[in-house]
């Protein structure tokens, strides 16, 4: 069994701070970890994703994340916020089931950037 | 590259009404494809998802069902619509044999049943 925590429903920060997305995951075995974007009346669009390589995962936009495997955590980053990430993201942990992969969502954090 | 299409993209159906909704993709062969649900301010719910041409597998017995008529076409249905059905419908695919375990979205279908 497999499932997602994203901690805060919302994370509000001002241009330029840091961005601090938090994700904890629960699996029986090594898991692919993934983060998404979702701009309003879009689909999601993958920014980065975890696959057992370098624990430390650059993406798109400036963003990263680092799997911790102690702290079963896959936290999203990005050093300087901009009004353009005001979106909602998506953590997801995906195992193997049968030679296919179903993920499992976090319930979403809605990050708001203030001018 | 590979591409993803959904339509329509906006849809306001009447109670009792049925639904076709279409998803296709574009440079790609053997795809797995999937539906997902997007209620209002929650996550996003996994609704079927196919490995291949004709196999689907339901994760929510509901008033929904779908089909792959083709390899790279995916169609989510009812016969009826309640207005619970309301919300956004994506579509997504993944490799199907490369082992890579990432989805890509479509645009998605914005459901309103009145």
């Known amino acids: 069994a497999q499932s997602v925590t994203q901690l805060g429903s919302h994370v509000s920060v001002s241009e330029g701070a840091l961005v601090l997305l938090r994700c904890n995951y629960s699996?029986?075995?090594?898991?692919?970890l993934f983060w998404y974007v979702q701009y309003p009346n879009q689909g999601l669009q993958l920014l980065l994703k975890?696959?057992?390589?370098?624990?430390l995962v650059k993406g798109i936009n400036g963003f990263e994340a680092e799997f911790k495997k102690s702290e079963t955590s896959f936290h999203l980053t990005k050093p300087s916020a901009h009004m353009s990430d005001a979106a909602e993201y998506f953590c997801?942990?995906?195992?193997?089931?049968?030679?296919?992969?179903?993920?499992?969502f976090g319930r979403g954090t809605s990050l708001i950037v203030h001018p | 590259s590979q591409t993803i299409h959904q339509w329509p993209a906006t849809l306001v159906q009447p109670v009792g009404s049925p639904l076709s909704l279409e998803c296709t993709v574009e440079?790609?062969?053997?795809?797995?494809l999937y539906w997902y649900r997007q209620a209002a301010g929650r996550g996003l719910q996994l609704l079927f998802y196919?490995?291949?041409?004709?196999?689907i597998s339901s994760e929510v017995p509901q008033n929904l069902s779908a089909s792959r008529p083709q390899d790279r076409q995916f169609i989510l249905s009812s016969k009826k619509l309640l207005l619970s059905d309301s919300g956004f419908y994506l579509c997504?695919?993944?490799?199907?044999?490369?082992?890579?375990?990432?989805?890509?979205f479509g645009p998605g279908t914005r459901l309103t049943v009145t």
């Open positions: 997504a695919w993944s490799p199907g044999t490369s082992g890579r375990p990432e989805q890509y």
């Open positions: 699996s029986s075995v090594p898991p692919y």
């Open positions: 975890y696959t057992s390589a370098a624990t």
């Open positions: 997801a942990v995906s195992l193997s089931s049968g030679g296919s992969y179903i993920p499992t």
């Open positions: 440079g790609t062969s053997n795809p797995n």
């Open positions: 196919s490995v291949g041409i004709g196999q």
